[in-house]
Nanobody, 127 residues
């Protein structure tokens, strides 16, 4: 069974950090482009960051540039999202997603390009 599982969410104070993990089972992440999305209450799900399969090209939403870093560890079949300098506006459920096909341009930020989704992990930034 092909599955993505996110972990690492939690409650953190403004200015703090969290590292989210996206672990795959049933398939090898090496060959997939991976995206991180988030959805806050009452808002649309939005693309946060993406990483290509082969070249490791990364992309970020303007709102998180300079604060978030996406990376992949193929040996562990896991993709990470390091989130620093967190703000209350970062509060959301965070999802990872995998695409079998390369995603060019800003396609990484569109939900339609992805084939598999995790169940999400809650991130709450509050004092």
């Amino acid at each position: 069974q092909l599955q993505l599982v996110e972990s690492g969410g939690g409650l953190v104070q403004p200015g703090g950090s969290l590292r989210l993990s996206c672990a795959a089972s049933g398939f090898t992440l090496d060959y997939y482009a991976i995206g991180w999305f988030r959805q806050a209450p009452g808002k649309e799900r939005e693309g946060v960051s993406g990483i290509s399969s082969s070249s490791g090209i990364t992309n970020y939403a303007d709102s998180v540039k300079g604060r978030f870093t996406i990376s992949r560890d193929n040996a562990k079949n896991t993709v990470y999202l390091q989130m620093n300098s967190l703000k209350p506006d970062d509060t959301a459920v965070y999802y990872c997603a995998a695409s079998r096909l390369p995603l060019y341009g800003d396609a990484w930020s569109r939900r339609i390009g992805y084939d598999y989704w995790g169940q999400g992990t809650q991130v709450t930034v509050s004092s």
